[in-house]
């Protein structure tokens, strides 16, 4: 008769444990391909690249002013896509862009932008600027949902 309890108060536990698990948001593993100040990409983006000649087409526009020129990453397009977060071109430096996590949850894959703007006052490089961050991630089918967490600088 204990030997049963402890059965059934197992299979219990392993039963919420399993609906706990379903019903949790999914975080998916971030892989950097690239993070910085200066992009060719002068305007302000989020997006979601699911093929090989989309990412071309950006990573030419990201790369236009390299000397020597930077390779294209790799990128299995059947497994993985690419996330594309630039700020825009900035009049100085001190600003900054993060993709913080990358989450399915529900229907949505909720991805966290991170942005940093440099407080007023601050000492700064005083020359054009266009942050970006690119990261592969495992294939979604799920619609993209970018969430701002802004960030005012650092004291």
Do not use: Y
């Not at 392993?14 to 999914?26: D, G, I, R, Y």
């Not at 989450?103 to 703007?117: F, P, Y």
């Amino acid at each position: 008769m204990k030997t049963l309890r402890s059965l059934a108060s197992g299979a219990i536990i392993l039963f919420c444990w399993v609906c706990m698990a379903q019903s949790e948001p999914k975080s998916n593993s971030l892989h950097n391909l690239a993070k910085g100040a200066f992009s060719g990409m002068t305007e302000a983006r989020q997006e979601v690249i699911t093929n090989r000649s989309a990412w071309e087409r950006v990573w030419a526009k990201h790369t236009v002013r390299s000397f020597p020129p930077q390779k294209l990453p790799e990128i299995d397009f059947r497994k993985e896509m690419v996330i594309v977060v630039t700020l825009g071109q900035k009049p100085t430096g001190g600003f900054a862009l993060e993709i913080m996590s990358v989450v399915e949850a529900a229907d949505r894959l909720q991805i966290t932008v991170k942005s940093t703007t440099p407080r007023s006052g601050a000492m700064t490089i005083q020359a054009l600027t266009a942050p970006f961050h690119f990261v592969a991630v495992p294939r979604s089918d799920l619609k993209p949902q970018f969430i701002e967490a802004k960030s005012a600088g650092t004291k």
